[in-house]
T-cell receptor
């Protein structure tokens, strides 16, 4: 879905925090998601946030949701080389998922 | 947790042939499954909703005669790419779920189709 947009690339150094941003136009979804895709692999659900929440923290992951601005972000603390992957934000509509274009995170040692 | 499998994981075929991709829910029943397509370095695009016992529902712009979907049982949906062409080369991913909660939709590992 074109209504979910992300920046294409992000490069950080190992140990730094990574912040991946996502914007969307359709605010009807109950949940918003972050998925991780490693090269040649399928999708791994990282975390999700209920649309009525502002923040959710799960270990190294922090999701921020600004409903007014329709902006979703994923912060990865203490980024590791194993975090290098493509990260997709997504919204769903009755189990149909609409994905952003994906942000390729490159973690430099 | 629930697992969704796909078979084959990779397939290479000649132009003009048809290829069938299977999506199975391994430990739960799914009346609805979804098929996505991912172009190289692009996002995943929803292709169609596979409904057990009835016709699939296709998203706008997806040719139903090109991408045949059969959901013959509560644990199996198949996507057949008919008369494949090189532009059909893509990564195809299915999903299936047990409910409508956030963490109840599971994605398969994907099938890499290469049409020569």
């Amino acid at each position: 879905g074109e209504d979910v947009e992300q920046s294409l690339f992000l490069s950080v150094r190992e140990g730094d925090s990574s912040v991946i941003n996502c914007t969307y136009t359709d605010s009807s979804s109950t949940y918003l998601y972050w998925y991780k895709q490693e090269p040649g692999a399928g999708l791994q659900l990282l975390t999700y946030i209920f649309s009525n929440m502002d923040m959710k923290q799960d270990q190294r992951l922090t999701v921020l949701l600004n409903k007014k601005d329709k902006h979703l972000s994923l912060r990865i603390a203490d980024t590791q080389t194993g975090d290098s992957a493509i990260y997709f934000c997504a919204r769903d509509n009755f189990n149909k998922f609409y994905f952003g274009s994906g942000t390729k995170l490159n973690v430099k040692p | 947790g629930a697992v969704v499998s796909q078979h084959p994981s990779r397939v290479i075929c000649k132009s003009g042939t048809s290829v069938k991709i299977e999506c199975r829910s391994l430990d739960f029943q799914a009346t609805t499954m979804f098929w996505y397509r991912q172009f190289p370095k692009k996002s995943l695009m929803l292709m169609a909703t596979s409904n057990e016992g009835s016709k699939a529902t296709y998203e706008q712009g997806v040719e139903k005669d090109k991408f045949l979907i059969n959901h013959a049982s509560l644990t199996l949906s198949t996507l057949t790419v008919t008369s494949a062409h090189p532009e059909d080369s893509s990564f195809y991913i299915c999903s299936a779920g047990q409910g409508t909660s956030a963490d109840t939709q599971y994605f398969g590992p994907g099938t890499r189709l290469t049409v020569l």
